[in-house]
């Protein structure tokens, strides 16, 4: 797998996602909704989806108050959406901005953690359908608007598992796989023909609700919040990544 290495010293300029326009899966919590506030604090109009919507206005209500561009809100479940939902979110982000210029791929379940002896089906599915379906049926309902944007990134979000598999992490870790060959696959179809870079990201042990589920006898601030692995996630987005395409990448060293 190819690897990237974000320079240690990387410092993301104040205006780094100026006039762009980012939509962030799962932005109601955790990592998403620090990618959405500091996508908006470096001057992106961010589209928050999400399925909670309490979530999604608190996130909005934050980035009003700091000074943000007017976010856009789009309740969604990934777990149950059609074909026909993507297609309309896709119609609702051409008619209000015309263009999208990144896209990042960051709602994921857990699932059960259990042996592969002893997983349900129903919860291997969900996993699945949340973790990788959906990420394909939203990645190319919004590449027409990705090709319209002059330099567009779309972020994938892997985990150490989605690297090395390990016991009991089941559907979860299979789901990370997968990520990481649709993001291969992607990034390989659009090298020479588009403007389109694709890549992959682990954002590393961070200290968000799906973490302390994992490991519930660890001590949660022992891992870094989300607003601090979030130079990783800015270099990404913004153009000082133009160039990086196909590359599996980690927030943390
Ligand atoms: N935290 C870590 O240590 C760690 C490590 C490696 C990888 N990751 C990955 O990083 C990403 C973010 O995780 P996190 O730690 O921030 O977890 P989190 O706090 O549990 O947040 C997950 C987000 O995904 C949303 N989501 C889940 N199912 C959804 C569905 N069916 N439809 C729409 N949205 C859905 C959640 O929405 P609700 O809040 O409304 O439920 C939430 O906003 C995930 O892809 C995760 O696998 C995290």
Do not use: C
């Not at 949660?220 to 990544?241: C, E, H, R």
């Amino acid at each position: 797998m190819d690897s990237h290495t974000i320079p240690t010293d990387y410092s993301p300029a104040q205006d780094l996602l100026q006039d762009k326009v980012i939509l962030i899966t799962g932005a109601g919590d955790g990592i998403g909704r620090a990618a959405a506030e500091s996508y908006a604090a470096h001057g992106a109009t961010v589209v928050l989806l999400g399925r909670t919507v309490a979530k999604l206005e608190a996130v909005y209500d934050a980035i009003e108050a700091a000074g943000g561009a007017q976010p856009a809100l789009f309740p969604m479940d990934l777990a149950s959406a059609t074909e026909a939902d993507y297609a309309n979110l896709a119609e609702a982000v051409a008619g209000t901005f015309g263009h999208l210029d990144g896209l990042l791929h960051n709602a994921g379940l857990l699932g059960e953690r259990r042996p592969i002896a002893s997983a349900t089906w129903p919860a291997w599915a969900e996993v699945m359908q949340v973790n990788v379906n959906a990420q394909f049926l939203l990645s190319k309902a919004l590449l027409p608007l990705l090709e319209q944007a002059p330099r567009a990134s779309i972020v994938f979000t892997s985990s150490g598992v989605g690297r090395r598999g390990r016991a009991y992490w089941g559907a979860y870790a299979v789901s990370k796989f997968a990520t990481e060959g649709l993001m291969q696959v992607l990034a390989d179809e659009l090298e020479n023909t588009s403007r389109i870079r694709v890549n992959s990201l682990n954002p590393g042990a961070t200290n968000t609700a799906m973490r302390r589920t994992a490991y519930p006898a660890e001590t949660p601030t022992k891992n870094p919040s989300p607003a601090v692995i979030m130079p990783a996630y800015l270099y990404l987005m913004g153009d000082d990544s133009v160039g990086v395409t196909g590359q599996a990448v980690n927030a943390q060293s």
